[in-house]
């Protein structure tokens, strides 16, 4: 395992007797720490601190103390950029966690990039943050440094298209997304699967955020789908749940809408999504870091990516420890040796497995399938 679930904390732990007397090392995490996306942020930032907790009371880093220093992006690209700025100034940053908007990611990857410092995200899903817009053709790894511990928008948006044919009968889908980078991504990567399948996209409509809700219903209605795909997060896809209630088929998406917030926005009973990973209670691996991350108090739960930060973090620390090697000494100038660890790491994490192919990509693509059932999500299964 890269961490034991021992003691937990709610901030970085103090190490107890560990040799702490070289200073601390920082581990960077950018996430919506407030606004509409808060809570899933707010799993991520408690995640990191728990297994940094973890480090630091097993002294991972002999000679040093971690701490996480978190910046809130707001969901918002140039907001993201500016935090990735600011923690790269540090001359004690080991690495960044996160962001989880794909679209954040985006504007986070050249600031990191041109530092030489890693990133490792846990919940940006788009296949282009790794391979490029041609990621089929001619796929192109454009940043080294960025890596990620979720699969991709090219393995869920295929996943949930397979799942909504071969399970669920459903054939004519009206595809909507909200013009961002995640959601157009998974959009795209269901669309193909779905004509893969047999099916046929009967309307295709993109709606930004905070747009005239009326006029997307009317186009979808219009087509007379069997299913409705929504590429997006759930402050919107609740309600577009909710408005096309009078249609009586399910709302069909990706993570972005696995979140409870998705219900009490409107999502209803039957709506159907996919999530990267499986859930964490049902990992015998992760049952330990649910129960740490119990006792320690977070008053925010763990959320859809609380487990892939928790390896994250875990990741960034094991590299950097490799990194310092036996003398020990940090300096900003071994930024691109914890690249290289991260690069060729191997190990097991909570989700299962760990390592990272050319591209940055997990090698794990495990997704899964959930439905709402009784006003919350439930799970089904895999999406074999």
């Given amino acids: 395992m890269l961490a034991a679930c021992g003691g937990a904390g709610g901030s970085s732990g103090d190490g107890g007797d560990c040799d702490t007397s070289r200073g601390t090392l920082v581990v960077g995490l950018v996430a919506p720490l407030s606004g509409e996306l808060a809570s899933v942020g707010l799993g991520m930032k408690n995640s990191a601190d728990l297994a940094v907790s973890q480090a630091n009371a097993r002294c991972a880093v002999p000679g040093y103390h971690l701490a996480v220093q978190s910046q809130d992006d707001r969901a918002d690209p140039a907001t993201g950029a500016a935090a990735a700025t600011t923690l790269a100034r540090d001359p004690s940053l080991i690495g960044v966690l996160g962001p989880f908007n ?222 310092l090697g036996e003398d020990g000494e940090w300096s900003p100038a071994l930024r691109p040796d914890v690249v290289r660890s991260v690069q060729g790491f191997h190990g097991d994490g909570i989700t299962g497995p760990l390592s990272f192919d050319r591209f940055g990509d997990v090698s794990t693509d495990a997704v899964t399938v959930y439905r709402v059932q009784g006003g919350r999500w439930t799970v089904l299964g895999p999406a074999d």
């Fill in 102 to 323: 794909s679209s954040v990611a985006q504007a986070v990857q050249p600031v990191l990039s041109d530092a030489g410092i890693v990133q490792i995200s846990p919940g940006s899903t788009a296949t282009s943050l790794t391979r490029g817009a041609n990621a089929v053709t001619a796929p192109l790894r454009q940043y080294q440094t960025f890596f990620r511990t979720v699969a991709t928008d090219g393995v869920q948006g295929p996943a949930a298209a397979s799942y909504l044919t071969r399970s669920e009968n459903k054939r004519r889908v009206a595809v909507v997304s909200d013009g961002k980078t995640y959601g157009e991504g998974i959009a795209e990567e269901f669309a193909k699967q779905l004509a893969t399948e047999g099916g046929q996209v009967v309307a295709r409509v993109t709606a930004a955020p905070g747009t005239g809700r009326d006029a997307v219903v009317s186009r979808v209605t219009a087509a007379r789908p069997d299913a409705v795909f929504y590429g997006g997060e759930y402050p919107e896809g609740g309600p577009l749940s909710a408005a096309l209630a009078s249609l009586s088929v399910p709302v069909v998406g990706g993570d972005g809408i696995v979140n409870p917030g998705y219900v009490t926005a409107g999502g209803r009973e039957g709506d159907l999504g996919t999530s990267v990973g499986p859930p964490p209670e049902t990992l015998p691996a992760a049952r330990d870091f649910v129960e740490a991350y119990r006792q320690a108090g977070y008053p925010e739960s763990i959320g859809s990516y609380g487990a892939s930060t928790f390896d994250a973090t875990n990741v960034l620390v094991d590299s950097t420890v490799r990194a």
